[in-house]
């Protein structure tokens, strides 16, 4: 389900229509289709579409209960999660050349070594195979497996391109410590953020991240890059250590978000998501609360009311300086809340993308005044009585020096 002014939507749409194109080269039952949820609103409202793109897997014609799709944004990430869903949670390997078959063709898998497949061990094995979307299980009984592989006894292994190439789970026989087994363990000590790894930084579950902002071409970057990966082995699964490349062009935007140039770095920068990202979904209370929480499918529809005034943070839920303007943007949203044609509202842009708005750094302060597509910066004090003052003037106390500019088409 996708909307057409949808930024998300259109870096998606490329992956998507090779993902079908991989399944269908290969045979599969599976058949992938799209739903301009604008056009269709009411199909949309029917499979609870809140958000662009949602996209939902619909199994043996089952509408009542479709999944919902968790994985990754490239097409790789959607035919693996398919093909999952679609078939046994743990594929069935026959002797150790379908164990190396599944292990040489994914980045990381994890695959159950049981002699004794109704072992505790095993039962716990393919509870968590149906709870993980996106790595691939496979479970054996093969001896000639266990013997390739070193094991002993029935066992979970890890097996991964990257780091130490595989890990053996060692805990506990529980669900959850199987899952925090291979949460720990399915992402590289240092992982390098582009725009393809964003979904597993932003969207996993270790909060606490450490940004390393590094120039590749450093004389000195692999010497320090080693070093960063010592430090990450002390704090593997609790804290994710995440390096930047600050040459890179499509980097530079977060490196504005920190306030940091490009020859300050090396730079190290410390953390803490404390709330959770979920990806292209509003809030269902979003116009409840004083301060309106705006999404891409009704920012157009608040935002450009002839009739209405609206101010806008766009803002990071990790970005520092956004946490210190929350509680004064929520007295401003107090203040006015009763207000006729004035409304306080912000956006996490993080999770939602708009075409005509351009966000650069966080937080970002924009007026729209009533009227057709007319936008002003606000330039002026971060504080109750500046953003009063500046509304008060109809948005000229604290407006950007430049005049009001129109919104990109």
């Given at each position: 389900?996708?909307?057409?002014?949808?930024?998300?939507?259109?870096?998606?749409a490329?992956?998507?229509?090779?993902?079908?194109?991989?399944l269908?080269g290969?045979?599969s039952?599976?058949?992938m289709a799209?739903?301009?949820?604008?056009?269709?609103?009411?199909?949309?409202?029917?499979?609870?579409?809140r958000?662009?793109p949602?996209i939902?897997?619909?199994?043996?014609?089952?509408k009542?209960?479709?999944k919902e799709?968790?994985?990754?944004?490239?097409?790789?990430?959607?035919v693996?999660?398919?093909?999952?869903?679609?078939?046994?949670?743990?594929?069935?390997?026959t002797d150790?050349?379908?164990?190396?078959?599944?292990?040489d063709a994914?980045?990381?898998?994890?695959?159950?070594?049981?002699?004794?497949?109704?072992?505790?061990?095993?039962?716990?094995?393919?509870?968590?195979a149906?709870?993980?979307?996106?790595?691939?299980?496979?479970?054996?009984?093969?001896?000639?497996?266990?013997?390739k592989?070193?094991?002993?006894?029935?066992?979970?292994?890890?097996?991964?391109?990257?780091?130490?190439?595989?890990?053996?789970?060692?805990g506990?026989?529980?669900?959850?410590?199987v899952?925090?087994?291979?949460?720990?363990?399915?992402?590289?000590?240092v992982?390098?953020?582009t725009?393809?790894?964003a979904?597993?930084?932003?969207?996993?579950?270790?909060?606490?991240?450490?940004?390393?902002?590094?120039?590749k071409?450093?004389?000195?970057?692999?010497?320090k890059?080693?070093?960063?990966?010592?430090?990450?082995?002390?704090?593997?699964?609790?804290?994710?250590?995440?390096?930047?490349?600050?040459?890179?062009?499509?980097?530079?935007?977060?490196l504005?978000?920190f306030?940091?140039?490009?020859?300050?770095?090396?730079?190290?920068?410390?953390?803490?998501?404390?709330e959770?990202?979920?990806?292209?979904?509003?809030?269902?209370?979003?116009?409840?609360?004083?301060?309106?929480?705006?999404?891409?499918?009704?920012?157009e529809?608040?935002?450009?009311?002839?009739?209405?005034?609206?101010?806008v943070?766009?803002?990071?839920?990790w970005?520092?300086?956004?946490?210190?303007?929350?509680?004064?943007?929520?007295?401003?949203?107090e203040?006015?809340?009763?207000?006729?044609?004035?409304?306080?509202a912000k956006?996490?842009?993080?999770a939602?993308?708009?075409?005509?708005?351009?966000?650069?750094?966080?937080?970002?302060?924009?007026?729209?005044?009533?009227?057709?597509?007319?936008?002003?910066d606000?330039?002026?004090e971060?504080t109750?009585?500046?953003f009063?003052?500046f509304?008060?003037?109809g948005?000229q106390?604290?407006?950007?020096?430049?005049?009001?500019e129109?919104?990109?088409?």
């Open positions: 389900f996708y909307a057409p002014w949808c930024g998300h939507c259109k870096a998606l490329p992956e998507y229509e090779k993902a079908a194109g991989i269908k290969e045979g039952d599976i058949r799209k739903v301009d949820a604008t056009e269709e609103s009411d199909l949309a409202q029917e499979f609870g579409v958000g662009y949602t939902k897997f619909f199994k043996n014609g089952d009542s209960s479709p799709y968790s994985a990754g944004r490239e097409a790789a990430d959607i693996e999660w398919l093909k999952k869903r679609s078939g046994p949670a743990a594929s069935a390997l150790e050349a379908a164990v190396t078959a599944l292990v994914s980045e990381v898998a994890v695959v159950g070594f049981f002699k004794d497949p109704e072992s505790e061990l095993a039962k716990v094995f393919m509870q968590v149906e709870a993980v979307d996106d790595i691939p299980f496979g479970i054996t009984s093969s001896d000639s497996a266990h013997s592989y070193e094991l002993t006894k029935d066992s979970i292994v890890l097996f991964k391109k990257f780091d130490e190439g595989r890990n053996t789970f060692e506990e026989i529980t669900k959850e410590e899952q925090n087994f291979i949460k720990a363990n399915q992402l590289p000590l992982i390098e953020f725009e393809q790894t979904p597993k930084i932003f969207g996993g579950d270790i909060k606490t991240h450490i940004l390393f902002f590094l120039p071409s450093a004389s000195d970057y692999q010497d890059l080693d070093d960063f990966k010592k430090a990450a082995a002390s704090f593997k699964g609790k804290i994710l250590y995440i390096f930047i490349d600050s040459d890179n062009a499509d980097n530079q935007r977060i504005e978000f306030g940091l140039k490009k020859e300050e770095c090396p730079a190290v920068r410390l953390i803490t998501l404390e959770e990202m979920t990806k292209y979904k509003p809030e269902d209370d979003w116009d409840k609360t004083p301060v309106k929480v705006l999404v891409g499918k009704h920012f529809e608040v935002v450009f009311a002839e009739d209405k005034n609206v101010f943070e766009f803002y990071a839920p970005c520092g300086h956004c946490k210190q303007l929350a509680p004064i943007w929520d007295q401003l949203g203040k006015f809340k009763d207000h006729a044609n004035i409304i306080i956006m996490d842009s993080t939602n993308e708009i075409e005509a708005v351009k966000i650069h750094s966080f937080p970002t302060l924009k007026f729209f005044p009533a009227g057709p597509g007319k936008v002003v606000y330039n002026g971060r109750l009585e500046g009063t003052k509304l008060e003037s948005g106390d604290g407006a950007a020096d430049e005049d009001l129109d919104l990109e088409e």
